[in-house]
């Protein structure tokens, strides 16, 4: 976060990302300071400035001002200057809704949080929901993360002659793709991307997860997968190992890095510093990042065991 | 756009929306310019020295240093403050990202641009596409514009507990809505209504449009609908005077302007204007901002008369 | 029903839709019933013989045998003949699962029956169904209708090479159709209309039912109708008078009436008598026969107000 | 195919299905060939009844009469008794409509062709048709036989209220159901099944083939699977190797053979024998029953390799 006005040691002032020093000049200072003795905490004036004289004007000499040379940025003005405030409200409120990992990484994306997202991600993490309830919404918000995780293919220009007889100047993406569902649980993610792109090419992979190992045990691939943009769907991303092997495998067919783009519905920080740091240059689109594993590796807070829960095979 | 830098004269400084002062002490300013004169102009250092005295530091007395008391923001340390350049660079990116009109109407919400909505607009404005693709990709943009319609609706904060134990903070959102379209372009956005809000009440109004005359001659809404938040849909809001007529007749029946959200694929400047100045409540919820209206009141580039393209009644 | 067996005088006759006689040789028929006398009822041969020559043989040669030059199939052997019974119990049995109008009016199908499809039924007809399931349920049983309604659209014979090599004789469906919807309650037919011919045109029209009275007060049509089979939409025929407007806006637009498919859910017999006698080449495809109307002109036992039930504009 | 009038030996007589006798009186037939001869064929009446009396009465009490005693049905009035030929050729219709598997296993059903159906095949095994057409077409189907599989659940009665007030006598059917996919082709078909049954729990099952060897490799099925009735789905039902195994797991788990309603677009005769034979109480529901299989064990005409078609992992 921010790190907002007056710091008088080096240390405090490392930790901070940002130092802004709200400058106004000194007959300013002293007149509101006299405005909000009098008026609000009902002192004379005398007092008032014997105390602004005495106290604290020498300490903004000896502490505040000096500090405005190590400012990033300063405000002039103070408070009635709504055009900076502004900037910097936007500012913190952009850097807020981001998560952290994304400013890390910065092929990690999350996609627009909503009070709908919010609240579809509310119903499927309840134990409470109804089988049917849980298919519905995680159906619409995995549509969200296809729809958001096709937008980072590539385009070129291209220029239409509307109904109108109007140019409009637009784009034209990037067709030459397919779709790899990691088996069980990544087929839940098929419909959505059919939903998207008619008569997309989807190959499938089913791997074995049995403690630390995992082994692949089926693969059915487009066979000109090295020519084409790969939405590889998991939605999950836990500890990163299977995801490690399926991208491991897209790789070893020739699909360079690049052109992967891994969609999850829900993201562990510890799988995506995994399967981000060895694959720098893959793309992760995911609706929300988790707070992490728990001793039994699953993510927290989650939504259990997603496939079991998708497909009816728990014991509810 | 912002303006950056120096002013002189308040004509100009009234024009800004943001005015920025890059500070920098006087003698880092000299070595900098003396840096600058002999390395990369290959001038001797005397000469520049003279000529800093004689011109430069003058100029800067009289016409730079008096421009700083007007300034909105200061940023020290110039070119190497980093902190500061990104903030004002993301700033800018931002604002360059969003339409003048969301800036002067809070209420107006384009939805995210990506490559992807931007190929299928082009899609869709294209004359020389297939019916079948047409309908296509204006479905696959209407579900965008819904599911981000559907993300400003109120919410209460609600805690789940998830299948691993834990806690996990939500929203509960509103489910007290209803959708309303304007008979027949409208009636192509109640699927993707439906596909999101499962047995969602939908009502109907039909407008004729003659002339610059509206007339309402058939309408179909929940009883209940002044207890409802409602979704307004029509793909192309061209002058208002239709979406005018068909929000007054909501108001009519008792819905709050605050309740009702418009929902459009493309939206002219005009209607925006006309709708937002009139309704400056409601909310409007669009996938493009238009250049305008054409002689016939055509929207430009637009995608000519929807209603006839999606329901196949056009000549082709 | 089918008239079996034995008549004696012309009036019965005449009600008989198909009038068989069983036959069998005078010794077999003697055969039979002395067994069936001394084993089953434990009488005499003696006095079963001297019963045959005086009552049985007489009123058979007078009464049954004369009435075989009227039998429309005469089944040799009795009872033994498993080919003829066969042939019979079949025939009942599609006469019995076929509504009595679909025996008058040869253009008026049925879909085929099912426990599920009944049970659909059972489900939309109640007053206590959530809306979502009564809106998922209709849509399940109009695309049904929608599905066997394309059946009747014409074709012509096409043969195709398959990947294995060989060659497949099968047909070309007629593409030149369109939809046709009556405001409010057809257009819940259109999505299933789509979702079976992609990018297929739809008109709308919208009548006003007032009292015996009704008004076309809005129509949009393709433009090439005269063209095209119709696939026209209502889901409940009541009375038939807005069907019958309806068609013959059609007509007038140029539609030969055997180009017609009229699509309903439910359909009273009394509006079915009222098209099919007005439009006789016009195919008119129900998923289910009611019994009639009711004092308001309501279809018995039905399933309400369908469009206010559909799109959430009842009380509930 | 049925046997129609005269045979004088027992091997023709053997071979036919129904043996029908069209009879009419002496006189009768000696008019209509006077006539025949006479108008038709210009010949003089002596003639006629010349040659009737030397050939064609004896030829008749010899070779003709004799025959009636083995007739399973006697017509009487020959041509002119249109409710016999009514009841003749609507049978013969049913029984060319219905494949000859469907006549010897009671449990196999063929979904009701129609031209839409036929064109709909057509389009599916034609090795021209687009990808994204493939799909579509072949969901489509797959829908019609999911909605006909349904339809042999069991209910049980179900009376409820409709909105007139009135009684509607229905039936409430089974609900305790589920699916079982075979990887990969089978999964293609569990969108249609999730479309007519809300939150479905779908089992999977993957089977190796190689040679003559199957091997099951994966299985995750619902743990309370010997409580439900299973809809088990594969579109393409070959040798019945794999379908066998597939079954035989199912009953593995304690599904009743009674229970599981096996799902196919096309069926192999080869496959449909040795599954019916197998397991004579399960349902087997295809869309069409194909010609056989070739040498490779490839259904004929058949639409290739289903799954690579589907999914895009064949070379197109």
């Given at each position: 976060m921010e790190g907002i006005l007056v710091f008088h040691e080096q240390r405090v002032r490392d930790l901070m990302n940002m130092k802004i020093f709200v400058d106004a000049d000194p007959d300013v200072r002293l007149s509101r300071r006299i405005r909000r003795d009098t008026v609000?905490?009902?002192?004379?004036v005398h007092s008032v400035l014997e105390q602004y004289a005495k106290f604290v004007k020498p300490a903004f000499d000896d502490?505040?001002?000096?500090s405005k040379k190590y400012a990033d940025i300063i405000i002039p003005?103070?408070?009635?200057n709504c055009v900076a405030i502004d900037l910097i409200v936007q500012h913190i409120r952009t850097k807020l809704g981001q998560h952290n990992l994304c400013k890390i990484y910065p092929n990690l994306h999350e996609i627009p949080s909503t009070f709908q997202t919010r609240g579809m991600h509310t119903l499927i993490r309840d134990?409470?929901?109804s089988k049917h309830d849980f298919i519905f919404y995680s159906d619409r918000l995995i549509r969200l993360v296809v729809e958001h995780g096709l937008g980072y293919l590539p385009f070129t220009e291209k220029q239409v002659i509307t109904p109108t007889g109007s140019i409009y100047i637009g784009v034209d993406f990037c067709k030459k793709l397919c779709g790899v569902s990691v088996i069980r649980s990544g087929e839940s993610m098929e419909n959505a991307l059919r939903a998207c792109c008619k008569g997309i090419k989807i190959g499938k992979i089913l791997i074995h997860r049995g403690g630390d190992e995992t082994q692949l045990i089926y693969e059915k691939l487009p066979?000109?997968?090295?020519?084409r943009h790969v939405l590889l769907m998991d939605p999950v991303l836990g500890t990163g190992n299977s995801a490690s092997q399926a991208i491991e495998l897209l790789i070893k067919k020739g699909?360079?890095?690049?052109r992967i783009i891994f969609l999850n519905l829900v993201s562990a920080p510890e799988g995506i510093h995994y399967v981000c740091k060895r694959f720098p240059h893959i793309k992760v689109v995911t609706s929300e990042i988790e707070e992490g594993l728990n001793?039994?590796?699953?993510?927290?807070p989650g939504l259990g065991e997603f496939g079991d829960r998708y497909f009816g095979t728990d014991d509810s």
């Open positions: 609000e905490r009902g002192r004379d502490f505040i001002l000096p003005r103070g408070g009635d134990t409470e929901i066979k000109d997968i090295s020519e699909v360079p890095e690049s001793d039994q590796f699953c993510v927290v």
